[in-house]
């Protein structure tokens, strides 16, 4: 079976431009999250969606925003770029118990964005 | 809130020494614990995982990992480096009432000295 996977793989943008990012989750996965990862640190969350829903949001500004699609694939948009939001941006899927825990989260390769 | 604290940035071991990376974590309720490997250039890969199960974890490549909740940590260990071993580890943390949020460590870079 696939990954997840995730487009495009590397980004150049200029600062005030917009961006969005593309996720495919694994098959029968219904549930999507995004991280950022600055170089040097660990990912941090960004949002999750389910069922097309958001179930959880990150401590980021308005100008991060995300959609989930009928087939549970998911965009991830970003307004007005900043310097500051270059970063490896990763998505991760999940598959939701009876109890609707996720307890594993899979990780595409990621998106590398570079904002100059 | 919860956070993660990883100890030592970088660790440096021989091939064939013993893996010992340190992870401490603080949460309010009881946690779900991971540790996720990340190559150069590559995503995150899932090597364990706690989920108030059995506290002494095994994982693949041989790595395991053991909750102490008395010392509120969950160490990365493995027997015997290999070569292969080297990248950046990431230890994580959930809440079993928000396990969709994963708080990642800072990570630490394991290298390994043939």
């Known amino acids: 079976d696939a990954g997840v996977t995730q487009s495009p793989t590397h980004l150049i943008k200029t600062r005030g431009q917009h961006v969005t990012l593309r996720c495919s989750p694994i098959?029968?996965?219904?549930?999507v999250s995004w991280y950022q990862q600055v170089l040097g640190q660990g990912p941090q969350f960004i949002f999750q969606?389910?069922?097309?829903?958001?179930?959880g949001r990150g401590n980021f500004p308005d100008r991060f925003s995300a959609r989930q699609f009928p087939n549970y694939s998911s965009e991830l948009n970003v307004n007005a770029l900043l310097l500051g939001d270059s970063a490896l941006y990763l998505c991760?899927?999940?598959?939701?118990?009876?109890?609707?825990?996720?307890?594993?989260?899979?990780f595409g390769p990621g998106t590398r964005l570079t904002v100059t | 809130a919860q956070s993660v604290t990883q100890l030592g940035s970088h660790v440096s071991v021989s091939e064939g020494a013993l893996v010992l990376l340190r992870c401490n974590y603080s949460?309010?309720?009881?946690?779900?614990l991971f540790w996720y490997v990340q190559y150069p250039n590559q995503g995150l890969q899932l090597l364990l995982k706690?989920?108030?199960?059995?506290?002494l974890v095994k994982g693949i490549n041989g790595f395991e990992a053991e909750f102490k909740k008395s010392e509120t940590s969950f160490h990365l260990t493995k027997p015997s480096a290999h070569m292969s071993d080297a990248a950046e580890y990431f230890c994580?943390?959930?809440?079993?009432?928000?396990?969709?949020?994963?708080?990642f460590g800072s990570g630490t870079r394991l290298l390994v000295r043939p």
């Open positions: 991760a899927s999940s598959f939701l118990n009876g109890v609707g825990q996720d307890y594993e989260q899979y």
């Open positions: 098959s029968g996965h219904k549930s």
């Open positions: 969606y389910y069922e097309k829903e958001e179930r």
């Open positions: 949460s309010s309720v009881p946690p779900y």
């Open positions: 706690y989920t108030s199960a059995a506290t």
């Open positions: 994580a943390v959930s809440r079993m009432d928000s396990s969709y949020k994963l708080i």
